[in-house]
């Protein structure tokens, strides 16, 4: 069975439990370091990038709409305890570009 290539770039706090569940490739940045080594991870062999908030709002509007809109990898931003959380339509809307919302 293969496994696809993950990475994670961040703080410490979010980035080493993601060492110590097995993920190889973490990247311990400051925000700012980390918008930069997300652009780069992205013309890498990754299918998914794990990315915290702080990262996310470093991006420039161009570089962010390039994450946005990157087929693969597939790029998640996610919140450190006690920050602002995307929903799960938020989500599925920004990845999947499906809103989960519509009613019939």
């Not at 161009?62 to 006690?82: C, D, H, N, W």
């Amino acid at each position: 069975m293969e496994f696809e290539k993950v990475a994670v770039v961040g703080e410490r706090e979010v980035v080493l439990g993601f060492k110590l569940i097995g993920i190889p490739d973490v990247y311990i940045t400051t925000p700012e370091e980390g918008a930069s080594k997300l652009i780069s991870l992205l013309s890498m062999d990754y299918s998914l990038i794990i990315s915290t908030e702080q990262v996310r709002r470093r991006l420039s509007p161009s570089m962010l709409r390039q994450v946005e809109t990157a087929l693969k990898p597939i790029v998640i931003f996610i919140s450190m305890p006690g920050e602002e959380k995307e929903s799960v339509e938020e989500l599925a809307r920004r990845v999947l570009g499906v809103d989960i919302n519509v009613r019939k």
